[in-house]
């Protein structure tokens, strides 16, 4: 008997590997689910909020670097998807969405939950088709799945009601399966330029993005030989650890102070699979080389003297081979002497702090969460200041580091710390949220008890949007809309079955994490820190002060 277009969607599928799709039922994909519960190839990863579905798919592609999978019905189903697919899109996730669609004969009609969804995703997605013919689905299927996989983004299929019941006559169309770009390299010429430019340079630094975590014994090799120090981009930390000789740390409001002295004083700076947007931290004067496969990328946001067009492994290799050695730089010696300050500096100042402070100090629970959990766990953290805390206080060795870096949104942590526990099952799974960020999807801590993924959630509970309350402060705003209510996490962990921790003495933060960290079900650690920690930058500009004591005297005297 021919297949249905259902079945065939799912062929494609499990043919570019997919293991997971990540949704919710309803009404209008149900005709894709039927086949799915059939299916032993792709497991169903019910969620209860497809925000949450489209996050972990993000997040599992990110990991993993193959194709992420969400699924949302027609209407609220599939406009809930858009945050997670917005993620996938700016941090060059592939994803695919699968959406439903009211019948055919209805669309056009204002039908119930009837939306235009090629239209509502015209802008995340490089790839927007909807199926309407059977004979479609092999060809269209396969172009989502490579599109994304090839590009780097958000593909999407929308499938009117009876279509995926629908069965496809004759033969299947036939459908590639690819993988990503190939080992290609520049040609010669850019290459000797750049060695040129390398070997010259006195003070060359290496700015390391996403794209290097894939290569990082080729850019160890190429920084080793040429006594180069990293610092990195925050989606790239980890890229290298944190404790490593070239180790700079990194780079821009949420970095480190060696990082930003490096780039005030470079002659050379080393773009390196990274299209970093925050041009006010990259050197003025100081050359640009830029390396990236994809060609539309170089010179995107800055001046490039020379870029590098290629793959990044192949590509630092065969520089590295061309480079001159280097024994030793004298300035590279000063920025390792800045860095280790730095480090002590900071690890004291936490230490200090915590035994002061009114609440238990959020830099000091990051450091030691760094030294409790295991080298290779996977770490998924929440934006706001609990992001700050572990940017510059967790020092990471292997540890997987998953953020939402450009859409920088709330709410990712904890299903991005789900989908790491479901790509790496062997591995320590940990999501470190604000208090803020957690409440925005903490309904789908369930999920994590029913697929018994054995992970930790550290929740820095300071009963504040503590960022917020900091960047308005910045400007000369008083506090406002920022002071939250929460309920006892500990106890809700509890309440879903799994384990909670409630800790508001700072002697207590390490047994807990200890025994979290241990427990066979998912488990909240909720730990009161102190909610007038501020997440200073590295570099203070004379206007943020101004407008911080501006909103001071506000705060204190009124108007």
Known sequence: MAKTVGEVLLDVLADHGVQYIFGLPGDSVDPILDPLRRDRRIQFVQVRHEETGAFMASAYAKKTGKLGVCLGTAGPGAIHLLNGLYDAKLDHAPVLALTGQVNLANIGTDYFQEVDLLNLFADVALYNYQVTEPAQIGVLAGMACRTALAKGGVAHLSFPFEVPAMHVKGTVPEYSVVGKHGAFVPIPAVLKEAVDRINAAEKPVILAGRGMRESRD??????????????????????????????LGGLGLLGA??????????????LLGTSYPYMEFLPDKAAILQLDWEASQIGKRHRVDVGLIGAATPTLEALAAALRPVSERPWLAKLQHEREEFLIRQADLAARANREAAGIHPQWVADRLSRLVDPDANIAIDVGNSLVWMARNFLIQNQGWLVSAWLGSMGFGLPAAMAAKLAEPHKQSVAVVGDGGFTMLMGDFVTAVKYDLDMTVIVFNNHRLGMIKFEQEVHGMPEFGTHLTNPDFAQYAEICGGRGFHVTDRNEVEDAIREALASPMPTVVDIATDPNEKPLPPRITRGQAFGYAEALFKETFGG
């Open 218 to 247: 080729a850019l160890l090799a190429l920084a080793q030989k040429a006594q180069i120090p990293i610092a990195n981009t925050l989606p790239a930390k980890g890229v290298i650890p944190d404790t490593h000789p070239l180790a």
């Open 257 to 270: 102070k060696p990082a930003h002295v490096a780039m005030e004083q470079c002659d050379l700076c080393l």
